[in-house]
């Protein structure tokens, strides 16, 4: 387990964590996640937020100085890791490293758009066909539109794959809390979808708006 040396207060569960497991055990769990990750495996992606989240947060909380705004880019960087995760290759670069710098990447791309979005490339560069760059333009806006918390559950319910305890751990509420505000998102996220004329028919609209 990897030890926490700083704790932001009332923060949604996350860890400014500057420390590193380096352990042989958990660089060999790291690498099999990797693999399984670049072959879809939302368990897989699970596992490594669970490894990494804390210390991308407090990495890009350095950056942003504002604790909701990291709240948020730290979610968006783990979206966006399930499109360029299959860049990475262990060249003599840890994944650590390199999972760090795509967080800069985000961190100072949200400095210089001050977007307050946390969903910006949710669909990487390899979605080019027009008909998706919409859907994933509307499924961001949709996203975007709901309250904070509705937003983060959402994401970490449906693009991380976090069960309703490990929000609950994560965001520091109830169980049964998660759950109400899951439902209210999923209903706000259809609504918007709808209003948009957009249809939940991508992959990542499935996952959002389960049937």
């Not at 690498?31 to 399984?36: D, N, S």
């Not at 100085?65 to 499109?83: G, P, S, Y």
């Not at 209903?187 to 028919?201: C, D, K, M």
Request: charged letters at 30%; hydrophobic letters at 35%.
């Amino acid at each position: 387990m990897l030890q926490s040396l700083e704790v932001t207060d009332g923060q949604a569960g996350f860890r400014a964590r500057r420390s590193l497991d380096e352990s042989e055990e958990t660089a060999r769990k790291v690498r099999l996640a990797i693999a399984r990750a670049k072959e879809g495996d939302n368990d897989a992606l699970r596992l490594l937020y669970t490894c990494y989240a804390d210390n991308v947060y407090g990495y890009v909380r350095s950056i942003v100085r504002d604790d909701k705004e990291a709240e948020d880019l730290t979610q968006q960087v783990f979206m966006k890791l399930i499109t360029v995760i299959i860049k990475y290759t262990d060249h003599g670069v840890p994944f650590s490293g390199w999972l760090l710098r795509l967080a800069r990447n985000v961190a100072l791309d949200h400095l210089r758009r001050r977007r307050p979005t946390p969903t910006e490339d949710i669909l990487g560069d390899g979605h080019t066909d027009d008909q998706a760059r919409e859907r994933a333009s509307d499924l961001r806006a949709a996203l975007e539109s709901l309250p904070h918390e509705q937003r983060s559950v959402m994401i970490m319910r449906h693009v991380i794959g976090l069960s309703p305890p490990e929000i609950a751990a994560q965001m520091g509420r109830s169980e049964s809390s998660i759950h109400g505000l899951h439902h209210r998102g999923r209903r706000a996220l259809q609504q918007e979808l709808v209003r948009l004329g957009s249809a939940p028919s991508t992959s990542l609209a499935r996952r959002a708006v389960p049937a």
